[in-house]
C-alpha cells in the first residue's frame, strides 16, 4: 500500500517537476550567465536561508531565556512564602487579600494560581484569563484576543511539596513585552544581516573573478594556438595550485604531447619524402637514358629496365613499410591471433633463406617447438626483419645463427650474425623510424630504415621484448622474446 502511495507520488513529480525543470532549463539557456555570478547566486541563496534560520532559532532562544528568568522568580516567590508559616494556607491568609499582594511581579508580567492537591482548594490566583485549555501546536503560545492588544503568553504548571502538603502552581508568564523588544531588535538585525551578505558576495565575487580570470587567459591563450606556435604557447602555470591550474597543467601536458607526436608525424612526413625521391630521381634518370639512347642500343635499354625494376620494387617496398607504419600504431594495429607452433614457422623461413642466400653459412642449431598465441602473418614479418637484416650486414662467409627456444613456455627467438656489427649510438637509435648506421649508409647497402619500427610495433603488440647486443665490426645478436599466455 505505503509503495503504491510512493509510486503515485514519484509519478505525479515526474510528470509535473520535470517538464517545469525541463522548462526551465530551456528558459535559462537563452542566458549567458558567468560562473562568478552562479556561484554568487547560490550563496546569496544560502545566506538568506540560513539567515533567516538563524533569526528564527534566535527568536526562540531569546523567548526561552525570558521564560526561563520568569520561572525562576515564581519558583523563588512559592519557596518564599512558606518562610513565615509552616503552612502555606497559614501564610496565604496572613496577607488578608489573597488575589494581590503576594505576587509583587504580576505587574512585571508573572501570574500564578495555587491549588491545595489534597484538598482540591483554590489558595491563590491573580490570573484574569486562562489560556490551558486553548489546544493548538504551538499551546505555549496564543493571543490573547478579549484584549486591546495582542499579547504572548507561556504558561506551565510545578507541584510543590511544603510541609508533607502538595500544591499545584500554575504559573502564567507575559512575554508580550518581551516578545515587543524582539521584534524591534529584529529589523535592525535583518538590516545589519543583509549588509553583511552584500559586503559578503561584493568582496566573494571580487576573490571568484581573480580566481576564474585564468580561464580567461586560458581561453584567449587557446586561441591564440595554431601549428606554427604550438612550441612556444602554453598556458600559465604560476601563482598557487588550485583545480584550474591542475586543468592547466593537465592542458599543457596534452599539448606537450600533441606537438611531439605532430613533430614526430612532420618528422615521417619530410623523412619519407627524402627516402622516396632517391628511387624516383634514378627511375627519372634511367627513363631519360632511354629516351636518348636506349632506343637504339640494346645494352642500355637492358640496363635501364633492370634499374627501374630494382629501383620501383624498392619503392613498392618502402611505400608498403610506410603505409603500414602511418596506418598503424601499437593500440590501432589488429591482430588475428591463433595457437601455432613457432618452431615450424622459424624451420621453414631458415629452409627459405638457405635456398635463397648461398654465400652465408646459416645455422640453426636449436629448434624447440613452442605454442604461442598470437598473429602468424604478422610474427612472421616481423622475424623476416631480423634475417634480412641478418643476411643484409654481413659478408660473404659471415656465419648466421637462427634457433627458437623454448623456456618455460615462452618463446624466445635469436638471430646472430658475425657481420658489421652496431656502434652504441646504433644500438641505442635502430628502433628509431628511418634510422641507419652511417657506415650503412655510406657503403649503399639497400634499406630505409624501416623494418625493425615494423619488427618492434608486431612485437610489443604481443607483449614481446627484443633484446640486442652487438659489437661493432664483430657482429649482432637480437632475442626476440614472445611470453607464454596465461590461460
Ligand atoms: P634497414 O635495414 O632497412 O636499414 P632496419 O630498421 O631494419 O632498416 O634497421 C635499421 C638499422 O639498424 C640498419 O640500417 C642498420 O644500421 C642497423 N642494423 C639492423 N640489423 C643489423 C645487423 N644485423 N647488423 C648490423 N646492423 C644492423
Known amino acids: 500500500m505505503n509503495h503504491k502511495i510512493i509510486e503515485l507520488i514519484r509519478q505525479i513529480l515526474i510528470k509535473t517537476i520535470l517538464p517545469l525543470r525541463k522548462k526551465r532549463e530551456e528558459f535559462l539557456s537563452n542566458f549567458r550567465f558567468s560562473i562568478v555570478f552562479r556561484i554568487s547566486l547560490n550563496y546569496f541563496r544560502l545566506l538568506i ?3 533567516a534560520l538563524f533569526m528564527v532559532l534566535f527568536s526562540l532562544l531569546f523567548l526561552g531565556m525570558e521564560t526561563n528568568h520568569y520561572l525562576s522568580i515564581g519558583d523563588n516567590l512559592v519557596k518564599g512564602l512558606t518562610a513565615s508559616h509552616p503552612q502555606l494556607e497559614d501564610t496565604l491568609d496572613s496577607y488578608g487579600d489573597k488575589n494581590h499582594t503576594i505576587n509583587p511581579y504580576k505587574d512585571q508580567g508573572l501570574n500564578l494560581r495555587i491549588t491545595n492537591l489534597q484538598t482540591k482548594e483554590l489558595l491563590y490566583n491573580d490570573i484574569d484569563f486562562d489560556i490551558t485549555d486553548k489546544k493548538s501546536f ?5 493571543y490573547d484576543k478579549g484584549k486591546s492588544t495582542n499579547g504572548l503568553i507561556f504558561y506551565t504548571t510545578r507541584t510543590y511539596e511544603i510541609n508533607e502538603n502538595n500544591y499545584n502552581v500554575y504559573f502564567q508568564f507575559n512575554l508580550t513585552e518581551n516578545s515587543m523588544d524582539l521584534m524591534h531588535l529584529l529589523p535592525g538585525m535583518i538590516l545589519i544581516y543583509l549588509f553583511i551578505v552584500y559586503l559578503i558576495l561584493h568582496s566573494g565575487k571580487k576573490g571568484n573573478a581573480k580566481l576564474f580570470s585564468i580561464m580567461k587567459t586560458m581561453s584567449a591563450t587557446a586561441n591564440r594556438l595554431t601549428v606554427n606556435n604550438l612550441h612556444s604557447e602554453r598556458l600559465n602555470v604560476a601563482g598557487t595550485k588550485s583545480e584550474l591550474k591542475d586543468l592547466a597543467i593537465t592542458i599543457n601536458g596534452m599539448l606537450d604531447r600533441i606537438e611531439t607526436s605532430y613533430e614526430s608525424q612532420k618528422q615521417f612526413v619530410s623523412d619519407a619524402s627524402h627516402e622516396l625521391r632517391t628511387p624516383i630521381s634514378v627511375i627519372q634518370g634511367y627513363a631519360n637514358l632511354l629516351n636518348r639512347w636506349g632506343k637504339k642500343d640494346e645494352t642500355v635499354m637492358e640496363e635501364a629496365i633492370e634499374a627501374i625494376q630494382i629501383e620501383s620494387k624498392e619503392m613498392q617496398d618502402l611505400v608498403e613499410k610506410l603505409l603500414f ?14 595457437k601455432f607452433n613457432m618452431c615450424e614457422i622459424v624451420e621453414d623461413m631458415v629452409k627459405e633463406t638457405k635456398l635463397v642466400i648461398t654465400n652465408r653459412i646459416i645455422r640453426s642449431s636449436k629448434l624447440e617447438d613452442v ?13 623476416r626483419v631480423f634475417i634480412d637484416n641478418a643476411v643484409k650486414y654481413t659478408k660473404d662467409n659471415d656465419v648466421i645463427q637462427i634457433s627458437c627456444e623454448n623456456q618455460d613456455g615462452d618463446c624466445v627467438i635469436t638471430v646472430s650474425d658475425t657481420g658489421i656489427g652496431m656502434t652504441r649510438k646504433d644500438i641505442d637509435n635502430i628502433f628509431e623510424r628511418f634510422y641507419r648506421s652511417d657506415h650503412v649508409r655510406n657503403e649503399k647497402i639497400s634499406g630505409n630504415g624501416l623494418g625493425l619500427s615494423i619488427a618492434k610495433l608486431i612485437i610489443l603488440k604481443h607483449t614481446g621484448r627484443i633484446k640486442v647486443r652487438s659489437q661493432y665490426t664483430k657482429g649482432s645478436t637480437f632475442i626476440i622474446t614472445i611470453p607464454k599466455r596465461i590461460y
Open 371 to 383: 605454442i604461442v598465441y598470437g598473429d602468424k602473418q604478422a610474427l612472421k614479418q616481423a622475424i
Open 49 to 51: 536561508f540560513y539567515g
Open 325 to 338: 607504419l602511418s596506418r598503424h600504431d601499437k593500440k590501432t594495429l589488429k591482430l588475428k591471433k591463433a
Open 138 to 142: 504551538f499551546h505555549h503560545i496564543f
